[in-house]
């Protein structure tokens, strides 16, 4: 007799027949559990919504009147015949991999992490499993993040010149997770942080949960760029380049992703600087976190599938990809980690 698996994969995303819910769907369903508030893992239309009490508030600021239910990290739900978990995911502040277990058989959905500790999301915690679905964005050995303290030593440079030069220093980032990361890196003795409203209203919401985030000043329509001298702005990448931007005169644009370590598209954005940042796991990240996992087997999601997967097989590891909607990071959305 074949064992139904404990999560399968379905045209509306991942399935738990055992407890008939699906994790990160793409089409609407009864029950969805989410690891995060990104638009491409949390979609509207679902009829009730779980996930984890930091993530709920962003999730509930971007897709409205929801149903939804908050648990702890860590703590277990028994839905139908499966056992449930959230566990710190360290992507964004509040996301989370899901862990199944059904007849002690256990699946982890990882949906986006990163191994870091970057000192504002809920850092990374492995989860034992037989089973774990791991994404590769960045699943190619080029891709080798720097300290963090390094990265913010050379974007704490660079607008220190720009303000020396008379230039407002634009940075692009994605409004929840990447943007205030970046925040906590920069150093206020150098000038004004300014943010566009879509990170702002992040800000809003984090803020209110709690999270620790240098003071800041919206630069909506009743703000003066000529108020404030030797400035950076914080703004989804999106926003770079818009009547709205060059309002602000001189300046110079700097893009903040693991993309950066690609020198074609460094190039083709036509950045004046481009930061190695990710909310992502790297290719040593993502190795360890799966060897800490103990599973053998691995389904890969999205990102460098076909190269990943194939080095996981050669490595001894029993891997495959998985076709799903769901997109990494990319250098044009605003609200994508």
């Excluded at 509306?12 to 990160?24: H, Q, S, T, V």
């Excluded at 989410?34 to 509207?44: E, K």
């Excluded at 999106?238 to 693991?258: I, L, V, Y």
């Excluded at 103990?294 to 590891?317: C, Q």
């Amino acid at each position: 007799m074949t064992r139904t698996p404990v999560l399968t994969f379905t045209d509306k995303g991942i399935y738990c027949p055992a407890g008939d819910f699906y994790i990160d769907p793409w089409r609407p369903v009864d029950r969805a559990l989410i690891t995060h508030g990104h638009a491409d893992h949390a979609r509207w239309g679902m009829g009730t919504y779980l996930a984890t009490h930091a993530a709920l508030p962003v999730m509930r600021h971007r897709l409205g009147d929801i149903s939804a239910t908050g648990v702890r990290f860590g703590e277990v739900t028994r839905i139908g015949d499966a056992h449930v978990s959230f566990h710190p995911a360290g992507h964004v502040p509040g996301s989370a991999q899901i862990r199944v277990e059904v007849d002690g058989e256990v699946w982890v959905a990882s949906g986006d992490y990163k191994v870091i500790d970057d000192g504002l999301s809920e850092a990374f915690e492995p989860v034992k499993c037989h089973h774990f679905i791991s994404e590769s964005t960045f699943g190619l050995p080029v891709f080798r993040w720097e300290p963090q303290a390094d990265v913010a030593a050379e974007i704490n440079a660079w607008w220190a010149a720009c303000a020396a030069a008379g230039k407002t220093a634009f940075l692009g980032a994605y409004a929840l997770g990447k943007a205030q990361r970046l925040m906590t890196m920069l150093d206020p003795d150098i000038g004004p942080i300014l943010t566009h409203t879509a990170v702002e209203n992040t800000n809003r919401i984090l803020r209110e949960q709690g999270l620790a985030l240098p003071d800041t000043l919206v630069a909506n329509a009743d703000l003066n760029p000529k108020d404030h001298p030797g400035a950076i702005v914080v703004t989804p990448p999106s926003a770079m380049g818009s009547a709205w931007a060059r309002k602000f005169g001189p300046q110079e644009n700097a893009f903040a992703s693991g993309w950066m370590a690609v020198r074609g598209i460094r190039r083709r954005r036509a950045g004046d600087r481009g930061f190695i940042i990710s909310d992502h796991a790297d290719w040593n990240g993502l190795l360890s976190a799966i060897t800490e996992t103990g599973a053998e087997n691995i389904y890969v999601t999205h990102g460098y599938t076909d190269i990943f997967t194939r080095y996981l097989n050669e490595s001894g590891w029993s891997a495959k990809v998985v076709p799903t909607q769901f997109e990494g990071e990319s250098l044009d959305q605003g609200e994508e980690a």
